[in-house]
C-alpha cells in the first residue's frame, strides 16, 4: 500500500519568513496530493492540493509543488504569520481513489 | 465549512461496552470516511462506503463495524469498546472518487473525543 513519510515533525520560523515542508510517497500510481492545516481541537481543512497533471499550483501565499520522477512533494508558505501556527498534513490518493494516505505531520510555529 | 456533523463530540465509555459515533452530511456526497488519528500514527482510514449500504475497510478496520442506510448518514459502531480505540475519530466526505486528474476533494468534520476507559 501507500506510504507517505512528511518531513520535519517540527518547524519554528520567525514571522515574515518561509516555511517548507516536504513529503515523500511508495505508490507512483497516486495523483491526487492534498494539504490540511489542523489547528487545536478541529478537524483538518483542506489548504491546497494538487494533481499528477501539473507540477506547482499557487494559492496567495502558499504553493505546492510536486516532482512525480522523484515521488516527492513539499509545501511553500511565504510571509509566514502567527495564524500560520499548525499542525500541517500531506496526503496522497492510492490508486483506486477511494483512500488518502497521510504523513505524520508537521507542527509550524510561527514566533511574531 | 462542509456540512458535515459529527455526534457526540466527546464521549467517555467503559470497556466491554458498545459505542456508536454518528455522521452526518447535508451537502449529498456519495463518498464518507471514517478516520482515527492518534500521536505518531497521524489519520488512519477505518471503513468508507461509496454509496448507501455500500461499504469497504480501510487499514485499520478491526473491531469496528459500519452502516450506511441513508445517503446522509454514515454511522461507526465498535461492538465492544477497548482502551486501544480512545482516539479523536474524523467524519470526512467527498463528493466522487478522489482519483484522476479533475477528481474531486475530501472533506473533514470537526471530530469526535472518545475515551475507553
Known amino acids: 500500500g501507500e506510504n507517505v513519510e512528511q518531513h520535519p515533525s517540527t518547524l519554528s520560523v520567525q514571522e515574515g519568513d518561509s516555511a517548507v515542508i516536504k513529503c515523500t510517497y511508495s505508490d507512483s500510481a497516486s495523483n491526487y496530493f492534498p494539504w490540511y492545516k489542523q489547528e487545536l481541537g478541529k478537524g483538518p481543512q483542506l489548504i491546497i492540493d494538487?494533481?499528477?497533471?501539473?507540477g506547482e499550483k499557487k494559492d496567495q501565499r502558499i504553493a505546492v509543488t510536486l516532482n512525480k520522477t522523484a515521488k516527492h512533494f513539499s509545501l511553500h508558505i511565504t510571509e509566514t504569520q502567527p495564524e500560520d501556527s499548525a499542525v500541517y498534513f500531506c496526503a496522497a490518493v492510492n490508486n483506486a481513489g477511494n483512500m488518502l494516505t497521510f504523513g505524520g505531520g508537521t507542527r509550524l510555529m510561527v514566533k511574531p | 465549512d462542509a456540512g458535515i456533523t459529527q455526534s457526540p463530540r466527546h464521549k467517555v465509555t467503559e470497556t466491554g461496552t458498545p459505542v456508536t459515533l454518528r455522521c452526518h452530511q447535508t451537502?449529498?456526497?456519495?463518498?464518507m470516511y471514517w478516520y482515527r488519528q492518534d500521536p505518531g500514527h497521524g489519520l488512519r482510514l477505518i471503513h468508507y462506503s461509496y454509496g448507501v449500504k455500500d461499504t469497504d475497510k480501510g487499514e485499520v478496520s478491526d473491531g469496528y463495524s459500519v452502516s450506511r442506510s441513508k445517503t446522509e448518514d454514515f454511522l461507526l459502531t465498535l461492538e465492544s469498546a477497548t482502551s486501544s480505540q480512545t482516539s479523536v475519530y474524523f467524519c470526512a466526505i467527498s463528493e466522487t472518487a478522489l482519483t484522476g486528474t479533475s477528481g474531486n476533494t475530501i472533506y473533514f468534520g470537526e471530530g469526535s473525543w472518545l475515551t475507553v476507559v
Open positions: 451537502e449529498n456526497h456519495r463518498y
Open positions: 494538487i494533481r499528477s497533471n501539473v
